[in-house]
């Protein structure tokens, strides 16, 4: 059974910084894209931060220069630090996969639960 399961949310005022982890489980972790996407409310699910299973990354216009993904194949953990934070950062951040389980061989997505991010002005 895939799990994705995100934490380091919380409140923090603008101008401060976070780090959020997503430990993973039941993925081939190593062949797997990981991406981070921003839920802001009454708005559509956004990426904001991809990192491939070779390590490329892509940002957010919104997000570039603040925020910095990375992953740990050792660990099956991607994390996201962000820095600068502005009240417009304020949503739930959902850890996303894109590819293998070690049950199944179907490249397909995997998603976690979320966690919320506020951020004060």
């Known amino acids: 059974q895939v799990q994705l399961v995100e934490s380091g949310g919380g409140m923090v005022q603008a101008g401060g910084s976070l780090r959020l982890s997503c430990a993973t489980s039941?993925?081939?972790?190593?062949?797997?894209?990981m991406a981070w996407y921003r839920q802001a409310p009454g708005v559509q699910r956004e990426l904001i931060a991809l990192i491939t299973s070779s390590f490329n990354t892509n940002y957010a216009a919104s997000v570039e220069g603040r925020f910095t993904i990375s992953r740990s194949n050792a660990k099956n953990t991607v994390y996201l630090q962000m820095n600068s934070l502005k009240p417009e950062d304020t949503g739930a951040y959902y850890c996303h996969a894109f590819g293998r389980s070690s049950s199944d061989a179907r490249v397909t997505d995997y998603w976690g639960q979320g966690t919320q991010v506020t951020v004060s002005s």
């Open positions: 039941g993925l081939v972790f190593i062949s797997n894209d």
